[in-house]
Structures are given as C-alpha cells and as structure tokens.
C-alpha cells in the first residue's frame, strides 16, 4: 500500500520529443504527488508537484497529468532538450510535510 | 526556493569508524528533517524522520544505534553513521519541508573502506 510504481525504468527520447513517465499508487490517503529530477551526484530537485482535486498541471515545459479514478499520475517533458537528460522520480505523500514514498525512478536520455 | 545544505559532501572512512553528517536549513526553520540512504542506480530510500526536541522515528529494518540522529535545533539534524562498515557506503541525502514542498540537500557520499 505505501509503493509507488513507476515506468519505464530508462526512457530514450530525440530532441524536441515528449518523454512520457508514469506512476500508480494504492494508498488513497496520499494527496501530495511531487515529481523530483535528480542529476548524478546530487540531491533530488523539485521540478512540479500536484494535489488529487486537479487532473493537470503546467509549469513551463514540464506537465503533470493525474487521474484519481485509476490511481495514475504521469509527467510530460514538451519540447525536450539534452539537458534534461536525468533520471526523474514520482513521489507521493499524505501532505507535503509528511515523509515522502518515492517511485522507482526512470532515467531519461536526450539525444541531440 | 529554499536551501538545504549538507556537510560534507563526502567523505572516505576506514571500517569501523563513526562518520557524522550535518544537514542545516539555510533559510528556514525546520522542525522535521527526513534522512534518505540512496544505492547507486536505485531509488531514495527513507531511513528515518529527524524531530527537533524529540526522539527520531526510524523506519522498519533501519537500525536505530547505528545511525544515530539528533535534531539539535530549528536549523541542523546530524546523522551518525556509527562502526561504519563497508556496505554502509552509500549517497546520503537529507530533506527539509518548508511550506507543501520537501527540499532536498545535495546530499553526502560516504565510502567506507
């Protein structure tokens, strides 16, 4: 019930493409679901997070889409750079001070 | 946003030894700090919830007297990695909420040898 499951596990897209990433969760009491970039050797970045009474979320090129009825969340890159080669991670919470449940991770590459 | 910083951000130990890391909020107070250990190419993992004024919460299958945690002030938790050993050797990483959102330090890589 805490798990997070998240997929793919490695995702390789072209430039400009939309790299998609998925999370489910079980627990119904989670209503904070952050998604982190972490690049390597350094700590986990907030990219953007969103609470269950919208289904989406934009800011900048990064969009979250959530459906409470499946238990589903997912993270859409637009227009994406090499940069943003990294491995991101869901995570999912009861609040945002509560301790967080991470997914799995997926590493995501950028070809130029 | 808000900084979260960590000391230091690695460091070698020979087996045996008692390794301290600091993570201090640089800009807020923080009542509540998280410890996660992270193993390369796998996920953040909880060890334990840091409470100022308080004893910490650990999580199941952490052992409490080998990573000791103090949450000394509003500001700063240590994590004492105690008879450090090999397999203890790991990214470290340590978070503070502040507001709905977790911040995250930039974490501390020990190598026990």
């Known amino acids: 019930q805490q798990q997070v499951k998240q997929s793919p596990q490695s995702l390789i897209v072209q430039k400009g493409g939309i790299p998609i990433i998925n999370c489910a969760y079980e627990n119904t009491a989670f209503d904070y679901f952050p998604w982190y970039q972490q690049f390597p050797g350094k700590g986990p970045a907030l990219l953007i997070a969103?609470?269950?009474?919208?289904s989406e979320k934009k800011e900048g090129r990064f969009t979250i889409s959530f459906n409470k009825s499946a238990k589903q969340f997912s993270l859409h890159i637009m227009d994406s750079q090499p940069g943003d080669s990294a491995t991101y991670f869901c995570?999912?919470?009861?609040?945002?001070?509560?301790?967080?449940?991470f997914g799995t991770g997926t590493r995501l590459l950028v070809s130029p | 946003g808000a900084v979260v910083s960590q000391h230091p951000s690695w460091v070698i130990c020979k087996s045996g030894t008692s390794v301290k890391i600091e993570c201090r909020s640089l800009d807020f107070q923080a009542t509540t700090m998280f410890w996660y250990r992270q193993f390369p190419k796998q996920s953040l993992m909880l060890m334990a919830t840091s409470n100022e004024g308080s004893k910490a919460t650990y999580e199941q299958g952490v052992e409490k007297d080998k990573f000791l945690i103090n949450h000394a002030s509003l500001t700063l938790s240590t994590l004492t990695v105690t008879s450090a050993h090999p397999e203890d050797s790991s990214f470290y990483i340590c978070s503070a909420p502040r507001g709905h959102e977790q911040f995250f330090g930039p974490g501390t890589r020990l190598t026990v040898l």
């Open positions: 969103i609470r269950p009474d919208v």
């Open positions: 995570a999912a919470s009861r609040g945002g001070f509560q301790k967080l449940v």
